[in-house]
């Protein structure tokens, strides 16, 4: 099991560009998170997605949109990129039953906007 | 709404020597309580996490943390170090039911080893 995968690992973009980031999980997941990481703020909530076919804004959606592909798939996209999303992106999943509360989380995504 | 407060932002200790990394939340029922792990340019791993019962859970790699009602804490704990542990750490609370199960995490402690 892959677990839970992102791509890109790295990117660096323009202020105003736009790029979407590619979540994927293999563990037949129901719920699936986008979180920034910024220094001395923890992890803070960008969208979720609790099953499929549903999403939900976070604590800090603005500025992103995501789409819940399939069960496996959940992806953030930045239209008009500012540097002020300049940050470090995870991807989240986690199952709705048992243990459903624990988090697996991917590598990370650093993205850049100059 | 819910919180979390570490209040170390960054700790150092000796390499053998004994660890506590505070967590105090605010909530109006007893949530679900993590900590996690992240190692530098690397995801964030579970350790232990506490729904119910014993106070005091054990996880991975030799930590341990002891769920304080009464203090709103849930404080983690290593006997001894190992400088393989530098890293940060989050603890993070949750609602026993949720929609979408969502996380509330704290700022993070640096936890820095030194030989």
């Known amino acids: 099991n892959a677990g839970v995968t992102q791509t890109p690992k790295f990117q660096v973009l323009k202020t105003g560009q736009s790029m979407t980031l590619q979540c994927a999980q293999d563990m037949n997941h129901n719920s699936m998170y986008w979180y920034r990481q910024d220094p001395g703020m923890g992890l803070r909530l960008i969208y979720y997605?609790?099953?499929?076919?549903?999403?939900d804004k976070g604590e800090v959606p603005n500025g992103y949109n995501v789409s819940r592909l399939n069960k496996r798939e959940f992806s953030l996209r930045l239209e008009s990129a500012a540097p002020s999303q300049t940050s470090v992106y995870f991807c989240?999943?986690?199952?709705?039953?048992?243990?459903?509360?624990?988090?697996?989380f991917g590598p990370g995504t650093r993205l850049t906007v100059t | 709404a819910q919180s979390v407060t570490q209040p170390d932002i960054h700790i150092t200790v000796s390499e053998g020597a004994s660890l506590e990394l505070r967590c105090n939340y605010s909530?109006?029922?007893?949530?679900?309580l993590f900590w996690y792990v992240q190692s530098p340019g690397q995801g964030l791993q579970l350790l232990l996490k506490?729904?119910?019962?014993?106070?005091l859970v054990q996880g991975i790699k030799g930590f341990e943390a002891e769920f304080k009602r009464s203090q709103s804490s849930f404080n983690l704990r290593k006997p001894s170090v190992h400088w393989s542990d530098a890293a940060e750490y989050f603890c993070a609370v949750g609602p026993p039911v949720s929609y979408g199960n969502k996380l509330v995490f704290g700022a993070g402690t640096i936890l820095r080893v030194k030989s």
């Open positions: 506490y729904f119910s019962g014993d106070t």
């Open positions: 909530y109006g029922a007893t949530p679900y």
């Open positions: 997605s609790a099953s499929e076919g549903t999403t």
């Open positions: 989240a999943s986690s199952a709705t039953e048992g243990s459903y509360y624990e988090q697996y």
